[in-house]
C-alpha cells in the first residue's frame, strides 16, 4: 500500500484517479473545496482552499505522490481578460501548485519512489484563439515541471499531463449541448473528447513503478489533437 495525496478529488479526474488508486489497493488523502465528498476506509478527506495559506498538517510521515488537479477554464477574447483574471489563474493553477509541493517535500523524500504530477493542457503547444489566460498558467505549470524535475532528481520524479478538452463539469458550458459535443468531437482525430479515466489512468501510469525512468516530461493524452491531422 501507498500513500498518494490528490489535491482536488471531488470531481472528474482527480475523482476518477482516487477511485483507480483505491481500487488498487493504496491509501489516498484527497482534498476539496467546495463539492464535499465522503472518507472511506482508504480515502481521508479534507477541506482545503488553495487560494489561501493553507496547511497540510494530516498528511502521512511517508508520501508516495502528490497529485494537483485544480484549475480553471475561462475562454474569451484577448481584449476582453482583465490581467486581475490571468493573476486569480495563476494563483489557483500555479502558486497553490508551489504551496502544496513545498509542504509536501519532506514526505515526499521518505519514499523509495516519490512522484509529482501536475496538468497542463494542449492549448500551450497548439495555440488556440480564446485561450490566452488558460494558456498562460497552464504554460508557467510546464516550466515548472520541467524546473522541479531537475531539481528533485534523482528522489523525486516530476511530470505533467497535458489533456484536450475532457467531459469533466469544468468544460460543462463547452459541452452543455449535443451539437457542442459532437463539434468538439470532431476537432480531434479520435473523434471523441477526452474522459476522466483517459486521464486518470495516464496519472496513475506515471505514479507507479512502471514509469520509474519517466521525469520531466509532458505527456500529451489529447486524442491525438498536438500531432495528428
Request: with cysteine.
Amino acid at each position: 500500500m501507498k500513500n498518494y495525496l490528490i489535491i482536488g478529488a471531488s470531481s472528474g479526474i482527480g475523482k476518477a484517479l482516487a477511485q483507480s488508486l483505491i481500487e488498487s489497493g493504496n491509501k489516498v488523502f484527497a482534498t476539496y473545496n467546495q463539492n464535499a465528498i465522503e472518507s472511506s476506509e482508504n480515502m481521508r478527506v479534507h477541506q482545503i482552499d488553495v487560494t489561501t495559506d493553507f496547511t497540510l498538517d494530516f498528511l502521512p510521515e511517508t508520501l508516495d505522490g502528490l497529485v494537483y488537479c485544480p484549475g480553471s477554464i475561462n475562454l474569451k477574447p484577448f481584449h476582453r481578460l482583465k490581467p486581475e483574471a490571468y493573476l486569480e489563474d495563476y494563483n489557483l493553477q500555479v502558486v497553490g501548485a508551489i504551496k502544496a509541493i513545498k509542504q509536501c517535500l519532506p514526505n515526499l523524500k521518505k519514499s523509495e519512489q516519490a512522484s509529482v504530477l501536475m496538468f497542463s493542457t494542449v492549448a500551450v503547444q497548439k495555440g488556440f484563439g480564446f485561450h490566452a489566460q488558460v494558456a498562460a498558467s497552464k504554460g508557467a505549470i510546464e516550466g515548472l515541471t520541467r524546473t522541479l524535475a531537475a531539481e528533485f532528481a534523482p528522489t523525486i520524479r516530476v511530470n505533467a499531463i497535458a489533456p484536450s478538452l475532457t467531459d469533466t463539469p469544468l468544460a460543462e458550458k463547452i459541452l452543455n449541448t449535443e451539437q457542442k459535443r459532437i463539434a468538439n468531437a470532431e476537432r480531434h482525430p479520435l473523434n471523441r473528447v477526452g474522459q476522466p479515466k483517459d486521464i486518470a489512468a495516464m496519472a496513475k501510469f506515471l505514479l507507479g513503478e512502471e514509469s520509474s525512468w519517466i521525469t520531466g516530461q509532458i505527456l500529451h493524452v489529447d486524442g491525438g489533437m498536438s500531432s495528428v491531422r
